[in-house]
């Protein structure tokens, strides 16, 4: 059972334009969730979280919505830039995180010049 | 924020052998640390949550007796990957729950031959 899905593995935007990433959830327990981003080979790299009591938070270029109701997040990027070309992760988890996570199989951006 | 070394970072060792990585905490005193698996094209999968002093807690379907997860002390966890196989080959990576966040290790690619 996967709990955590992103489906689409692979998005492409134009520099400068928003980038628009989703994951859904099954798990009703997760009360939080994060984004990463990761280059190949390398370590993941945190990007932004949210609580479950919160439907947004921004940092930066960087927003991620909650729908506790639809059991969705989203990531969005603006405006894109070349360095954002890379796999982003949507995990979830119980306990505020500290339960370890659970994570979607990936979405390769890939940000047009 | 929690910087986490891993070590090392590449490692190709023979069929039967064993492997060990190291996970270092070099700032933030640990007491849970995770250890993820991500094979190609799939999503980072938890394998299992190393708790300092104790016994570390297994993900279902994960071998304990084949990877042997230590945390003698607050900064550090190792995960022996014990008469490795082809099939070992993965990219393994440590993670530090800081509170707040996760932090990643740079992750060890790993290969059996």
């Known amino acids: 059972d996967q709990q955590v899905k992103q489906n689409s593995p692979s998005l492409s935007v134009q520099e400068g334009r928003i980038s628009i990433l989703n994951c859904d959830y099954t798990?009703?327990?997760?009360?939080?969730f994060l984004w990463y981003k990761k280059y190949p080979a390398e370590g993941p790299t945190f990007l932004i979280s949210i609580s479950s009591i919160k439907d947004k938070n921004e940092d930066g270029r960087f927003t991620v919505f909650l729908n506790k109701s639809a059991k969705h997040l989203s990531l969005h990027i603006v405006p894109s830039q070349p360095g954002d070309s890379a796999v982003y992760f949507c995990g979830g988890g119980s306990g505020g995180g500290a339960d370890g996570l659970t994570f979607g199989k990936g979405t390769h951006l890939i940000i047009q010049p | 924020g929690a910087v986490v070394s891993q070590h090392p970072s590449r490692v190709i060792c023979k069929s039967g052998t064993s492997v060990k990585i190291e996970c270092r905490s070099l700032?933030?005193?640990?007491?849970?640390m995770f250890w993820y698996r991500q094979f190609p094209k799939k999503s980072l999968m938890l394998m299992a949550t190393?708790?300092?002093?104790?016994?570390?807690?297994?993900e279902q379907g994960v071998e304990k007796d084949k990877f042997l997860i230590n945390h003698a002390s607050l900064t550090l966890s190792t995960l022996t990957v014990t008469s490795a196989h082809p099939e070992d080959s993965s990219f393994y990576i440590c993670?530090?729950?800081?509170?707040?966040?996760?932090?990643f290790g740079q992750g060890t690619r790993l290969t059996v031959v």
């Open positions: 993670s530090v729950w800081g509170g707040t966040e996760a932090f």
């Open positions: 700032d933030f005193q640990a007491t849970t």
């Open positions: 190393s708790n300092e002093g104790s016994k570390a807690t297994y």
């Open positions: 798990n009703s327990m997760f009360d939080y």
